[in-house]
């Protein structure tokens, strides 16, 4: 295995606006079995029939931080935690291998989930946390990966290649940063942040490929494996809307005018399952993120470079910001975290099943664009 070498810092000095989020903007517009628990826990009763009575309120309506709410970053998985349980997982399944595929910054390990039954599959890459402090996507898929372990998925694994890289940014998920966090809003044992140790965003990186972290994805995952299919799994601001409520969520395909017409498909098909699981629920309701073309953005950058069709995904609210428009009270945790568990359920049925080659994409000429507290989201 190569493991990406160490460059000099490439710091970035002015941030940039997040891929994930236009409300980061200050405008208008073994392991520690109690707290994983706790964040298990909190979505189990997310998932009780108490809260499905009312799902409006579950996600698209609250709660917004607001200085009100409590958000609480010691319920969340450390990455301690998060390397315990999928060893701990990787002993239990004997369809899954575990591959350290690099390092962070400051010298973490950056694990690659893998389910690779048949090289002739196709494959999809579910990848999460390149930012820091966008945690719950995280959450599920440490739920998704276990569920692969119990047999809930049936068959699919016979028919699809699945592989999972959590947390690929773990200092900012960590607060191990070389920049200070002292204006960031969240309580508890940590800080999390947008960026990695060296204050570079990571999801600006995929063209120079400076930092290691986003070598090590390039490198070793992007480079190594015949992917098909990526989603990007992310957390916006907490208010954005689209027809006249806020959205749990939103997502676009790749908008580079450089991408190959089949890739640009793939991911509009790809979304159209999302969409379709998701829009359902009662409890979800999606928009359409506003992106620009960048592509050194992955959603953008990855589907030119390497012919796979990707789709971003925006979770509503992070887990922790400098911005009270940004953070979400943690009330809606379960809800977003079933939102993770169910888009990746969905796509690995779908690709597994071939019922993603016919799925509709008529739906992309109506969804709204999301919007920023009435302001466009870029």
């Not at 402090?133 to 290649?161: C, H, P, W, Y």
């Not at 509503?316 to 975290?337: C, F, P, T, W």
């Amino acid at each position: 295995m190569t493991r990406p070498s160490h460059s000099a810092p490439h710091r970035t000095t002015s941030p940039a606006a997040p891929e994930a989020s236009p409300a980061a903007a200050p405008h208008p517009g073994r392991r520690r079995t109690g707290r994983l628990a706790a964040v298990v826990l909190t979505a189990g009763l997310a998932l009780g029939s108490g809260l499905a009575a009312q799902p409006a309120l579950a996600v698209g309506e609250g709660p917004n931080y607001g200085g009100h709410e409590t958000v609480n970053t010691s319920i969340l998985t450390t990455y301690d935690e998060l390397v315990a349980e999928l060893q701990t997982q990787d002993a239990r399944q004997e369809a899954m291998e575990l591959e350290v595929i690099g390092q962070t910054v400051k010298g973490r390990d950056i694990h690659l989930v893998k389910y690779l039954s048949d090289p002739e599959n196709p494959t999809i890459l579910y990848l999460t946390q390149q930012h820091g402090n966008e945690q719950l996507t995280t959450e599920g898929a440490l739920s998704f990966i276990r569920s692969l372990g119990t047999g809930k998925m049936g068959g699919v694994l016979e028919d699809v290649n699945i592989l999972v890289l959590p947390m690929l940014n773990a200092d900012g998920a960590m607060g191990d940063v070389d920049f200070p966090l002292d204006d960031y809003i969240a309580s508890g044992e940590r800080h999390l942040t947008r960026y990695n140790a060296n204050e570079v965003d990571l999801n600006r990186d995929h063209v120079t490929k400076v930092e290691p972290e986003t070598r090590a994805l390039h490198e070793n995952v992007l480079q190594a494996y015949d992917i098909d299919y990526m989603i990007d799994l992310h957390h916006q601001g907490s208010r954005s809307q689209a027809d006249g409520e806020l959205v749990s969520g939103s997502i676009l395909y790749p908008t580079t005018p450089n991408v190959d017409a089949d890739v640009l498909e793939g991911s509009q098909r790809l979304g159209s399952v999302v969409y379709g699981a998701i829009e359902p629920t009662g409890w979800g309701h999606l928009g359409r993120y506003v992106g620009g073309t960048n592509e050194d953005i992955g959603r953008n950058g990855i589907a030119v470079e390497y012919g796979i069709s990707t789709l971003l995904f925006e979770m509503r609210g992070m887990a922790d910001h400098e911005n009270e428009g940004s953070v979400l009270g943690q009330k809606s945790n379960g809800y977003l975290i079933r939102q993770t568990v169910t888009t990746l359920e969905a796509t690995a049925r779908a690709i597994a099943d071939g019922s993603v080659d016919t799925a509709d994409t008529s739906f992309w000429e109506t969804l709204t664009p999301q919007s920023w507290a009435g302001w466009p989201a870029e």
